[in-house]
């Protein structure tokens, strides 16, 4: 895919709710992904592509494991052409990775690190990233395939292989959902509530210095915060009192263990982390610190006030 036919796509991709989407409408992992971000995917003009070293490699290694699940089960697959909408909905779609067996069912293909290979479980069932879930039944019910394979290479060198079959309960969730946040805030050009402390930051970047009245629900919230803060402190408090008095029941050791071997805690050697001496340098060679300078963006702060 050249640059014209991939800001194309990206463009097109702002005019349905794809696989990738509706896990975060859904809410399967938000502190990755929001409703929110999806709206502003949708709604913003222009075309925004953000890429990262994951994304890039989960691309570029599609066909291999592709051609490896086919070599591994026997099945033809072939890459689908264009985007598959639902017969119902149009903003409803599935771009799917391949379709595998003569189009009897479809193969999706994933990439994992060692770091997240805990979130893929037995070979062979649908024990997979919630995210991934959502999305094989999601294009199941798109394309009306009673199957769905994941094919997963997990830190580069373990090939696994795992299988949706259909659930129309859940499918038919999914399909709701996308009805519900197309209809409710796509068309009407309205956010959906902030989920996490970073959609806050992305809906509202700048204060205006102006005051607004709090009523009495947001009253018994700030109560309620402030209360939560005080136990909090209370608790960071009560926390360091009794990690001292462990350290210093381990003095020079490193591990803590139990009476059956069990390892409990650790105290362990760290080197020390090196670090740009800026004040000296602003002292010493004031231009060059000057010249290296960089301003970071602005940003809100909350806190409470008694």
Not at 79 to 88: A, M
Not at 165 to 191: C, S
Not at 244 to 271: C, F, P, S
Request: glycine share 8%.
């Amino acid at each position: 895919m050249n640059s014209i036919e991939r800001e194309n796509w990206l463009k097109e991709r702002k005019t349905y709710i794809g696989g990738t989407d509706i896990g975060a409408i859904i809410g399967a992992n938000p502190s990755y992904r929001t409703a929110l971000d999806v709206y502003l995917d949708k709604t913003s003009e222009g075309v925004v592509e953000v890429t990262s070293e994951p994304a890039y490699w989960g691309s570029a290694l599609e066909p291999v494991i592709a051609e490896e699940y086919s070599k591994r089960t026997g099945f033809d697959v072939e890459v689908p052409v264009g985007l598959i909408r639902h017969k119902d909905h149009k903003f409803i779609a599935a771009n799917i990775d391949r379709w595998a067996n003569g189009g009897g069912h479809i193969l999706e293909c994933k990439t994992a690190g060692f770091m997240k290979a805990h979130e893929w479980g037995e070979v062979g069932t649908d024990q997979i990233p919630k995210s991934y879930k959502y999305q094989v039944a999601y294009y199941a019910a798109i394309t009306g395939v009673s199957r769905v394979d994941i094919a997963v290479l997990i830190g580069g060198q373990e090939f696994r292989i795992y299988q949706y079959l259909k659930d129309k309960e859940m499918e038919d969730k999914l399909i709701r959902a996308a009805v519900l946040f197309w209809n409710k805030y796509i068309l009407t050009n309205t956010p959906p509530a902030p989920k996490t402390d970073a959609d806050t930051a992305k809906l509202f970047p700048k204060g205006n210095g102006l005051e607004v009245r709090a009523d009495d629900t947001i009253l018994q919230k700030i109560d309620m915060l402030q209360d939560l803060k005080a136990k909090e402190s209370f608790v960071i408090k009560e926390m360091e009192h009794l990690q001292i008095e462990v350290k210093n029941y381990m003095q020079d050791a490193e591990l803590l263990i139990d009476n059956v071997g069990h390892l409990r805690a650790t105290w362990k050697n760290r080197k020390g982390s090196k670090r740009l001496d800026t004040k000296t340098l602003a002292e010493e060679h004031n231009e060059i610190y000057k010249q290296y300078l960089k301003e970071g963006e602005a940003y809100r702060v909350f806190a409470l006030k008694q």
